[in-house]
């Protein structure tokens, strides 16, 4: 294909940093027009995306712009399904930052447009395409950890957001960490195992930080069988303190072995007799984890907009993403959030509130 891609991105807030390496390595065959209200910001976008970078004050400029053929959404989650139905409306194929949407109703929507515009639905949940959780998933594919029994994931941050910012609204956001952050893991856990059957919560909130809460603890039964143990803890120094806890964690237990990935340290298995299809051991029994080989070429966010761009050229792509799958990632924090106000166990699918 001669001439380049014309993506439009819809929003330069502070995520943008993310994913704009992922189009200036793609800087030959696409080429991005933003769109920021704030002129503020876009000393900041022309740094990230170059001097030359075209930025509008009004993303419906980009919407009427027949030379884009898809956009990318960096806005506040209250935003994600409005700018993603008129995206679609306007004949543009669609990215979205993660979370998809403030609850499945939205995510039905923003799937429905799309659908009826015959454009795609990609929603950036960057984890599933970071080589270390990749990792992880590959080492449970393999089978070596036997019939896997019980996962643990963690998410840990120091969050204070300013007094007038949109994420301390428990309505902008969609709810508070377990919608915002928690998805990550959520999103994770369904990608490694399997769907969640059944879930129950509790939170904490902490008025001064935010409307939703900072703290939240998910407890899920999977379809397969195992158990899963979820939680986010916004008031934590975590891995800014020297000596602090980890950014994230994910540990999964099986019948013949456990792994785990540990942000900042890497992806580890360990198989409990030592024998092994994959993995050297130089102890028997209670030997120590080993370290899964994994090459870091890129971020996850960066991958995750390669696989895009290459679908929308036509290109054989791995999209990991798609509406339909991520939106059972807002259903089942939708589910935590439904349990934790009935102080009940809640199943999936979700059945509507009468």
Known sequence: MGAKLK???LGGGGILTAHAPGYT??????EVVVAETDASRYSEIRRLLGEDVAIVGDYTEILA????????????????APAAIAAAEAGKHVLTEKVMARNVEECDRMIQACEKAGVSLTVCHDRRYDSDWQALKQVVDSGELGDILFWKLEHNQNVVFPERSWVRSKEMLGGGAIMSCL????????????EVDQVTCMTKTEPDRMEGESIGAVLAKMRSGALAMLSI??????HHAPDGLWYEFNHVTGTKGEAYYMSGKGTYVKIHDGSSKQFHYDMKGEGSFVKVDVKKEMTGHQRCIEQWVKSLRGEQAEILTDGTDSRKTVEVAEAAYRAEETRAVVSLPLQPVR
């Open 233 to 238: 803890n916004w008031y934590t120094q975590s």
């Open 65 to 80: 712009d027949k030379e884009v053929a898809a956009v990318d959404i960096l806005l506040p989650h209250y935003l994600h």
């Open 7 to 9: 993506i439009g991105i």
């Open 183 to 194: 998805t990550h893991q959520i999103d994770s856990l369904r990608w490694y195992e399997g």
């Open 25 to 30: 390595r793609l800087a030959d065959i696409c």
